[in-house]
């Protein structure tokens, strides 16, 4: 692929800025300078820099995020600041079909709830991950202003009923970590779902982080605000 394809795809600016980001020599290729836009280079592995910004080549991107508190999972943030701004430029210019531009969130988290969120310009893993039908487990670490007790577990899991459906939502699991705090596993998301779910249980959420996305954890190792990349064993890990 050439050089300009190249970093056109990884979003890095308009055709034409990605020439002139070549012919400048701001673009660095296993640590050569490339003043070529049209040099054509294999894209499996590549690692390249730009203005001294490393990077390495994805046909697809896939990352996660450690969503902080205080940020909204919005392009058009209402009242708080978008997660976007947490990613760097290319990420949210990635090009894409259509009018939608860059890397979009997997769902949705309130924000005021933290964990692991999922990113990627790659539209059907966005709806295999989003469909009801595909039972993907989301984890929550839940802090709750009451204690919990056995009755509000068992109402949880033997289901609850929200205000916009008549139809009982359960619980795919759910165990008291603590004496005011539980896991609570989900196989879908409504709005506020957890939420709005203990509350029919008869408590009240005091803090909310999501750990797991089917069989992938957020790491230990990545603070609140960062991101990083999906290897091809955590993406196998999503659908195990």
Known sequence: MQLQDILYSQGFGTRRVCVGLVQQGHVLVTGRVCNDP????????????????????????????????????????????????LLPAPLRQRPQKGAVQGVQAVGRLDQDTTGLLLLTDDGQFIHRMSSPRKHVPKVYEVVTKHPVDAAQVDKLMAGVVLDDDPKPVRAAACEATGACSLRLTLLEGKYHQVKRMVAAAGNRVEGLHRSHIGGLVLPEDLPPGQWRWLTPADLALLTT
């Open 38 to 85: 049209f040099e054509a280079f294999e894209v499996e592995g590549l690692e390249f820099d730009v203005m001294g910004q490393r990077w390495q080549y994805h046909a697809k991107a896939y990352v996660m995020l450690h969503k902080p508190a205080g940020v909204e999972c919005s392009q058009k943030p209402s009242t708080w600041p978008s997660i976007y701004t």
